[in-house]
Antibody, heavy 119, light 108 residues
Framework: QVQLLQSGPEVKKPGTSVKVSCQAS????????VQWVRQARGQPPEWIGW????????KYAQKLQGRVTISRDTSTRTTYMELSGLRAEDTAVYYC????????????WGRGTLVTVSS | EIVLTQSPDTLSLSPGERATLSCRAS???????LAWYQQKPGQPPRLLIY???NRAEDIPDRFSGSGSGTDFTLTISRLEPEDFAVFFC?????????FGQGTKVDIK
């Protein structure tokens, strides 16, 4: 059974950083890319960025450029999303997502990691 | 950045009725890079349709997608009780994703 296993909830102070992990398991095939998407309560999903599984190329949403870093550890099939300079408006559920065939959409999704930014 | 505008915001229908959801893009979407997702409370989005009109794995055939250029449609032919949820369109162009604001399909 294919799963994207995400790390647990985080509570952070404004100005600090958070690093969320996403480990792929049960994969009999190779993924194309891992996407990161966040969703604030009652809002539509917001794309954060992606990293290619076959290489290390990344792409980020312009809004978050400079504050977000997506990385991966191929040995453990784990992808990381780090967001710095946290603000209250970064409070959201952060999802990783992936597809076996394409970078344009995602069939597999993690359960999400709640990141709360509060003083 | 391509902006996706979905309509209506809310669709109130009864089980057995047909649902038609619209997604309009601010620029032409080439290469059919348009997908639809369903989301229920407390769950991640679920891929329904990819490449405008292809059903994802295990998606029943009452769900169908159509459209081209800037106008796209998700149709649910006969609503089942489990179909009531929020639906998002999503596009991939110039290597970026964007989502629509969503259409909530609720029970009338």
């Amino acid at each position: 059974q294919v799963q994207l296993l995400q790390s647990g909830p985080e509570v952070k102070k404004p100005g600090t950083s958070v690093k969320v992990s996403c480990q792929a398991s049960g994969l009999p095939f190779r993924l194309t890319a891992v996407q990161w998407v966040r969703q604030a309560r009652g809002q539509p999903p917001e794309w954060i960025g992606w990293i290619l599984v076959g290489g290390s190329e990344t792409k980020y949403a312009q809004k978050l450029q400079g504050r977000v870093t997506i990385s991966r550890d191929t040995s453990t099939r784990t992808t990381y999303m780090e967001l710095s300079g946290l603000r209250a408006e970064d409070t959201a559920v952060y999802y990783c997502a992936a597809d076996r065939n394409d970078i344009a959409w995602a069939f597999y999704w993690g359960r999400g990691t709640l990141v709360t930014v509060s003083s | 950045e391509i902006v996706l505008t979905q309509s209506p915001d809310t669709l109130s229908l009864s089980p057995g009725e047909r649902a038609t959801l619209s997604c309009r893009a601010s620029q032409t979407i080439i290469n059919n890079y348009l997908a639809w997702y369903q989301q229920k409370p407390g769950q991640p989005p679920r891929l329904l349709i990819y490449g405008v009109s292809n059903r994802a794995e295990d998606i029943p055939d009452r769900f169908s997608g159509s459209g081209s250029g800037t106008d796209f449609t998700l149709t649910i032919s006969r609503l089942e009780p489990e179909d009531f949820a929020v639906f998002f369109c999503q596009q991939y162009e110039t290597t970026l994703w964007t989502f629509g604001q969503g259409t909530k399909v609720d029970i009338k």
